[in-house]
């Protein structure tokens, strides 16, 4: 049971484990909209007024988050690398040597 207002655990559950290849892209888009709604209603509802089962989601949803984030971060500075490494290498076979 969720509270008012809230994604169920058992919808949120159900969104992580169907891999996006068996959902259509209205499904996808109506995933991505109640989650980010109900990242917002966590947000700013009490966590006095969250039942136990709500208050332990956002804990793990949390956690996940944090996870997602920092592996973007780990993934955009590798990103970052190998487009300078290539920068690099182009610039030399070019001829560019220039330190700007």
Do not use: H
Request: charged share 25%; hydrophobic share 25%.
């Amino acid at each position: 049971m969720s509270d008012m207002g809230r994604k169920s655990v058992g919808d949120q559950i159900s969104d992580k484990v169907t891999p996006d290849s068996q959902k259509s892209t209205l499904d996808q888009a109506k995933e991505s909209v109640s989650g980010a709604g109900d990242r917002v209603a966590s947000a700013v509802q009490p966590e006095g007024d969250k039942s136990a089962t709500q208050k332990a989601s956002d804990s793990v949803r949390g956690g996940s988050d944090d996870a997602e984030s920092q592996g973007k971060g780990v993934m955009q500075s590798v990103s970052d690398t190998v487009s300078g490494a290539a920068k690099s290498v182009q610039d030399t076979l070019s001829g560019n040597t220039n330190n700007k």
